[in-house]
């Protein structure tokens, strides 16, 4: 048997980090392209978001009241940029704050910086 985990609502305007589990594939594609801020204190970066991609299964077993889409996000940087793989705050207007698992991802000699984060 599942259980059915409580929705962890936040005062958007007040919160240090959003709930990660509110959030879905279609909050971050009509984002595609738009840049977000990435780090804290004066260690910020931009980083454009690239691609929001689907990871759903046909047969996945659980119920869906349990159950969110999983998907991931890759973002692109300046390159030489090198951040290890970590918790970031991550920065959008229309989002606000949140604190994600990013890691960087792709050919290290490519004309620019690749990162992912992976929901669910």
């Known amino acids: 048997e599942f259980e059915v985990l409580p929705s962890?609502?936040?005062n958007f305007s007040h919160a240090d980090h959003m709930c990660l589990r509110d959030f879905g594939l279609q909050d971050f594609t009509q984002l595609l392209g738009q840049n977000f801020l990435v780090g804290a204190g004066i260690h910020k970066v931009h980083m454009q978001l690239t691609s929001a991609t689907s990871h759903a299964r046909?047969?996945?077993?659980?119920?869906?009241?349990?159950?969110?889409?999983?998907?991931?996000?890759?973002?692109?940087?300046?390159?030489?940029?090198?951040?290890?793989?970590?918790?970031?705050?991550?920065?959008?207007?229309?989002?606000g704050d949140m604190k994600v698992f990013m890691t960087q991802i792709g050919d290290q000699n490519s004309d620019k910086s690749q990162y992912e984060v992976v929901f669910g």
Do not use: W
């Open 58 to 95: 046909d047969a996945d077993p659980r119920p869906t009241t349990v159950r969110r889409e999983p998907f991931s996000l890759q973002f692109s940087a300046q390159q030489g940029l090198q951040l290890p793989a970590e918790i970031y705050n991550i920065k959008h207007p229309q989002l």
């Open 8 to 10: 962890c609502a936040a």
